[in-house]
């Protein structure tokens, strides 16, 4: 009798078979070890919340994106699509009462209604931390640095972290005074890099001169220190200037602490202009057209929870680590395929070889120790045949 039950997944989930799964599995607890070896504890959170949670400043709230739904009392709940705004309600509610700064870190699947693309499904897993209590430079050095850190524990060896500073571009936009749909332009082209875009806004609402280089220098700064001090240059007499200083001085911290090496500024990262406060930045790798990791400084949004605090944090995409890695499967761990007829002697040297640490498959189905040697090697493991 055919059966009527539905064979397809919906459209940006996936199955992940078990070297997938062991993959993820792997790559989810080197990081959370990294994590841990920096202080940080794990949290979790619930997958559904109400709606308004993440509506409180998530760059990832928007309506759009939400996967919601209505409980029995007709209240209206969401799936997380991502997990910087549980924790802060988390920190504003049951660790409301605790020293700062909290070093917490996560890893957890979040669900967000967007267009698929590679490396992002509706469905993804990520893992991160969050700074909460420390302002200024201090917790924006050890952010960035544990960023590259965890990329490179992460098993990724080519890669880039681009830092900017929305403060910034805020600062820039100010002193264009523009009006509201100009300014909603000009940001949707920087995030997008749409130079294009740009040029048709130059024309449109006739920024020369000063004013157009400035912009400009947004889309197009790209560099080491020479970036800095062109940004300097430029915007040294703007709104922007203590932003800029205060970035600079976290490229300093960074250099002299050895990691200038894998880092870049990008004045055009915006990530989510009305969520982020400060220096924010994201992780590249070559090949993969979207970053594998981002973050930066968000200070308003405790607030929003009733607790005002500064906070910064970063999150990294599990399947995008896998796709830059190129690697679907970890590295065999080994193990004993225990085979014969007397299953009850089986049972019994199975169970003390896992109780050292060792994982065992059973075989009380192959009729010789030819037949189990062939299974044993087909999957990998060492051979051990109780009987005759």
């Known amino acids: 009798m055919a059966s009527n039950l539905p064979l397809q997944l919906p459209a940006g989930v996936s199955d992940l078979l078990p070297p997938e799964a062991a993959a993820l599995r792997q790559l989810e607890q080197r990081l959370l070890n990294c994590f841990r070896s920096w202080g940080y504890q794990e949290v979790m959170t619930p997958t559904f919340e109400f709606a308004t949670t993440f509506q409180a400043g998530s760059p990832a709230g928007e309506e759009g994106a939400l996967y919601k739904f209505i409980d029995r009392q007709g209240r209206v709940l969401a799936l997380r699509p991502e997990m910087t705004a549980p924790i802060a309600r988390l920190v504003a509610t049951s660790l409301r009462r605790r020293e700062l700064p909290l070093r917490l870190g996560y890893s957890a699947r979040v669900f967000r209604y967007e267009e698929p693309q590679a490396g992002r499904r509706r469905e993804f897993h990520q893992a991160g931390v969050e700074l909460i209590g420390a302002g200024g430079v201090a917790g924006d050095v050890e952010i960035i640095a544990l960023a590259v850190e965890s990329l490179a524990q992460a098993g990724l060896e080519d890669f880039r972290l681009g830092l900017g500073q929305v403060a910034v571009t805020k ?36 920024l020369e001169g000063e004013r157009r280089r400035r912009l400009e220098l947004l889309a197009t700064i790209h560099g080491g220190r020479e970036a800095l001090e062109e940004a300097r240059a430029c915007f040294g007499r703007t709104a922007a200037a203590a932003s800029l200083a205060e970035l600079s001085r976290v490229w300093e911290a960074l250099g002299a602490a050895g990691l200038e090496k894998w880092l870049f500024i990008d004045l055009g990262i915006l990530r989510d202009f009305d969520y982020y406060t400060g220096i924010v930045f994201e992780g590249y790798v070559p090949g993969l057209g979207a970053p594998v990791c981002g973050g930066g400084r968000y200070d308003g949004l405790l607030a929003q929870f009733g607790y005002p605090c500064p906070a910064t944090g970063f999150a990294l995409g599990l399947e995008r680590l896998l796709l830059a890695r190129g690697e679907t499967a970890p590295a065999s761990a080994g193990g004993y395929l225990v085979a014969g007829r007397d299953l009850a002697a089986l049972l019994k040297r199975a169970r003390e070889l896992r109780s050292k640490g060792t994982a065992v498959v059973l075989d009380g189905e192959s009729r010789s120790r030819q037949e189990a040697a062939a299974r044993a090697a087909a999957r990998g493991l060492n051979l051990e045949w109780i009987g005759e």
């Not at 000009?186 to 749409?194: G, M, N, P, Y």
């Open 171 to 206: 600062g820039v936009l100010q002193d264009l005074a523009l009006p509201p749909e100009a300014v909603a332009s000009i940001k949707s082209a920087l995030a997008s890099k749409d130079l294009v875009a740009l040029e048709r806004i130059y024309d449109e609402y006739h």
